[in-house]
């Protein structure tokens, strides 16, 4: 049989064999550090954090207003150039029409037919004139 003066605990053997590290004491326990010695360093923290989602807050806003006015701008370029593709065709509709008056009227001769129409409207005018005259009525 195995004497008490000389049995061990299972925890003994296993820190022997280093299975098992010893704890540290709790003086040697180091409590994490987050920088901070003062409660009220950590309050300016705080107070910066604040400060800075405030700015961002309203960076958010700007942007926001910016982007509506892009939208407009955009919106409003876009019809400015629906209006001018608009008025392009226009303007070629009538060049086209246009065109097609000066093709008929060079191959009319425009002079001639000015001529000959004032000749009309003289001879007209002209017979019109005898027609009215009082002296017709009254015989």
Do not use: W
């Amino acid at each position: 049989m195995i004497s008490t003066s000389e049995t061990k605990t299972v925890g003994e053997i296993l820190k022997e064999q280093g299975v098992i590290k010893e704890r540290p004491k709790e003086e040697e326990v180091k409590k994490p550090e987050y920088g901070f010695e003062k409660e009220d360093d950590l309050k300016k923290v705080i107070m910066s954090v604040e400060k800075l989602g405030v700015e961002i807050q309203g960076l958010k806003e700007v942007k926001f207003q910016a982007d509506e006015k892009i939208r407009d701008l955009t919106e409003k370029m876009g019809e400015l150039r629906s209006l001018v593709f608009q008025r392009e065709s226009s303007i070629k509709e009538l060049e086209s029409k246009i065109k097609f008056i000066e093709d008929a009227v060079s191959d009319i001769e425009p002079q001639k037919i000015t001529k000959c129409l004032s000749r009309n409207h003289s001879t007209r005018h002209g017979i019109l004139f005898r027609d009215s005259r009082p002296e017709k009525y009254f015989q």
